[in-house]
């Protein structure tokens, strides 16, 4: 397998930039999930590391070569789309085993290397069937057989399972990571969805308007975020921003107030005078069962059972609020009702740059 190395990478059409000026290390054996909204540059940034697309500016390398202008086919990687991208007159098999056939394999080690891959997707049974015989699950994994057999130095997945239903993107998603673990293989996967992004990724790389927005661990991302944008964009549902404003002695508006002992903050007197209080779901409890320092008072509007849990959605003030609570909890909650919740963990940021200045 292979590093990747990304230094200033650009792209640019006409006046329009999509990916502007990203470095990125990716090590050996690495999974890395590029992740943002729609527009962000991901899935631009993985076709120009492909080859598909050619950068305005910038070098990428894999394994240390250059491989800028490279053709896709000379740079030892191996891409799997969105939409299979199968050869519907072709079985199984001969899908699986195309890349070898290119590269004129020896027929008995072509037939090791295809009967290896089927064994290990669960493909073995299928390898007579055409491609509309088969579910989109399986579809899918045939794809990545075609993939594997190759035995790429980098693998990258363009949003693979955006195609599939709910419970087939979980399953397919425990399947890549199984995946990844037995191959210990270099991969870089773009997705718009977090959720994939937190339950795969050894590394996310968050973009925002062709930048990096924040990069690190999923709970680096999700306890620390550097920005608003990155702490609204990475849990489900968002985190909760409230305005407040800095008095000498807490952090106030006219429904909250988080009392300056309880933020464990090293310098009170540098904080920006407006912030905004940024606090998830979870970190939420009603206030007569929790022991937390910090209180807020919210109207409730109604209350979302989902079985295990119950999700709180009320308003404080002008400030839309979710608080994820215990389904007995959701229960004693009755739409229009007033109640006080409860909470110690979250984020301060700059109300006007979004930059983070605190975690407690």
């Not at 650009?10 to 000026?21: A, L, S």
């Not at 007159?89 to 037939?111: G, Q, T």
């Not at 540098?270 to 109207?299: I, N, T, Y």
Request: charged share 25%.
């Amino acid at each position: 397998m292979a590093s990747i190395e990304l230094s200033s990478v650009t792209k640019r059409y006409g006046e329009t930039t999509i990916v502007d000026g990203i470095s990125l290390s990716i090590a050996d054996g690495e999974l890395v999930v590029l992740v943002g909204p729609s527009g962000c540059g991901k899935s631009t940034l993985l076709r120009m590391v492909a080859g598909l697309l050619a950068p305005t500016a910038g070098r990428i390398s894999i394994g240390g070569r250059d491989v800028t202008q490279l053709e896709p086919g000379d740079r030892d990687i191996a891409m799997v789309f969105q939409s299979y991208a199968l050869y519907p007159h072709m079985s199984v098999r001969d899908n699986i085993a195309f890349p070898l056939k290119v590269r004129r394999v020896r027929p008995a080690e072509l037939d090791e290397r295809v009967r290896r891959v089927a064994d290990m997707l669960g493909l073995a049974h299928l390898l007579d069937r055409r491609p509309r015989d088969l579910s989109g699950g399986q579809r899918q994994r045939v794809a990545m057989g075609r993939a594997i057999v190759r035995e790429p130095k980098v693998f990258l997945f363009d949003e693979p399972l955006s195609n599939l239903d709910a419970a087939l993107r979980t399953r397919m998603r425990a399947e890549i990571a199984e995946l990844h673990a037995r191959l210990k293989a270099t991969m870089i996967y773009v997705t718009h969805d977090q959720h994939e992004a937190m339950t795969l990724a050894d590394r996310i790389v968050l973009l925002n308007h062709g930048h990096i927005e924040q990069q690190g661990t999923p709970l680096d991302l999700y306890r620390r975020p550097r920005t608003r944008f990155a702490g609204e964009f990475m849990g489900s549902p968002p985190m909760n921003f409230l305005s407040v404003a800095r008095q000498p002695d807490a952090l106030m508006s006219p429904h909250l107030r988080v009392a300056r002992g309880g933020l464990r903050i090293d310098d009170w007197d540098v904080l920006p005078e407006e912030l905004v209080l940024g606090v998830r779901p979870e970190a939420l409890r009603l206030a007569e069962h929790s022991s937390a320092p910090h209180r807020l008072d919210v109207q409730v509007a109604w209350v979302e059972r989902t079985g295990s849990d119950s999700y709180v959605h009320a308003r404080a003030g002008e400030s839309s609020v979710v608080a994820r609570v215990t389904a007995s909890d959701g229960e004693r909650v009755a739409a229009g009702s007033t109640v006080t919740l409860a909470f110690d963990n979250m984020s301060v940021f700059d109300r006007d740059s979004g930059l983070a200045v605190a975690h407690c």
